[in-house]
């Protein structure tokens, strides 16, 4: 797996001295009157990012969800984000999936323990916003963000993200899969799992539309994704089973379709268990999303929790992510600038053309189309 990725080229990043502290001083500080962070839509509005450092430190803590130190890097993450500025970060229900972290902005709204900052796959994020539940905030690369990748208005915008792949753990499984149809084999009778279900998780939700456009389905149309998996589950071989690196290294769930990040990163997990893991990014349904940040527009620690989105988007969280594989959504944009980790980019596996995402449209009514149909054709 260690081939290169190709790269598009992105728009150079402004204010290169600055980038290596991942905050934009060039962003007008102080020139107009400093605001409560509550109310900032960047770092410049609370008076630069001294000022915003300072206020994150007296609040001293962030609230974070459904953030497991295993996906896409986020121990590291939050370990480097504890030690830089000395605010503890505190996740709740860390196994949890994006729409019960919406779920949990309004059950706990006005709390201390409401939720100060979301990781939601991009349905979800626009669900949120829809919903007011989001505070527009600019980090300082917000311009360096894709168009596609972002809310216009700066309530999300995209962090990282990958290719839909499918995990089998080769010293169980004879010959492993390496497309959609192929786990309707009969030797894989009971091995074939996902994260989560796709009403409410973000990596099933696209195992879902990949299956769908490897069956005659598309951007407009995820229904024949859905019955798929009701197919993978009349020949048995659907394992509702959470695919984590426990149950593949007890054989519970030698085969799963999930993030190639996710899928990667066991390959380091599961080293000396015996298990032989191997990745593929199935041909015949090839799709790509990326993970959205947010934050909550009644977050109990507001500085601390836009603080945390400038260090996501800067050229060391970014590169962060990269360490589980993970492709950062500058990572264009830092291959121009100079500040991309090539040789951590470079074991990130080839994929043969140009990502195409859905719409907004098209993601709220596959969405629709999953919450309304999954249970009554595929189960629970």
């Known amino acids: 797996m260690a081939t290169h ?10 204010c290169l001295g600055l980038a290596a502290l991942g905050l934009g001083a060039c962003q007008g500080e102080g020139t107009t009157r400093p605001v409560a962070p509550s109310r900032a839509g960047s770092a410049a509005e609370v008076g630069g990012t001294a000022a915003l450092i300072k206020a994150a430190k007296q609040e001293g803590r962030l609230n974070a969800i459904a953030l497991p130190r295993q996906w896409a890097n986020y121990g590291r993450l939050i370990d480097g984000f504890e030690k830089k500025y000395g605010i503890k970060v505190v996740v709740d229900n860390p196994y949890g999936h994006s729409q019960q972290e919406i779920d949990a902005v309004k059950r706990y709204r006005g709390r201390e323990r409401a939720p100060d900052v979301l990781d939601l796959g991009d349905s979800f994020a626009q669900s949120a916003a829809r919903q007011h539940l989001l505070a527009p905030y600019r980090v300082a690369q917000f311009d360096q963000i894709p168009p596609e990748q972002k809310d216009a208005k700066a309530r999300w915008y995209n962090n990282y993200g990958g290719y839909v792949s499918i995990g089998c753990d080769a010293a169980r499984v004879r010959t492993c899969p390496a497309s959609f149809a192929d786990l309707l084999r009969p030797e894989y009778k009971g091995l074939v799992s996902m994260h989560g279900q796709p009403t409410i998780a973000g990596s099933a939700f696209a195992a879902v539309y990949a299956a769908a456009l490897a069956n005659g389905g598309s951007f407009d149309n995820i229904q024949p994704g859905i019955d798929f998996f009701a197919r993978l589950d009349k020949v048995g071989n659907y394992n509702r089973a959470d695919p984590n690196p426990a149950a593949i290294a007890k054989g519970k769930t030698p ?43 009644d977050a109990p620690h507001p500085a601390a929790a836009r603080l945390w989105e400038e260090y996501l988007y800067s050229p060391e969280g970014q590169n962060l992510r990269l360490v589980d594989y993970a492709r950062p959504v500058l990572m264009a944009a830092m291959a121009k600038n100079g500040t991309l980790d090539k040789a951590l980019a470079s074991r990130l596996p080839t994929v043969e053309g140009t990502p195409q995402f859905p719409t907004e449209a098209q993601l709220n009514k596959a969405l629709r189309t999953v919450r309304e149909n999954w249970a009554k054709t595929v189960g629970g």
Do not use: M
Not at 5 to 14: F, K, M, S
Not at 258 to 287: A, C, M
Not at 288 to 295: E, K, M
């Open 5 to 14: 990725h190709r790269v598009r080229a992105g728009a150079l990043l402004c």
């Open 255 to 297: 085969i799963s379709i999930e993030w190639d990040y996710l899928n990667l990163e066991h390959i380091d997990q599961l080293r000396g268990t015996g298990v032989k893991w191997k990745v593929s990014i199935p041909f015949d349904g090839s799709f790509s999303q990326y993970y959205a940040q947010a934050i909550n527009k």
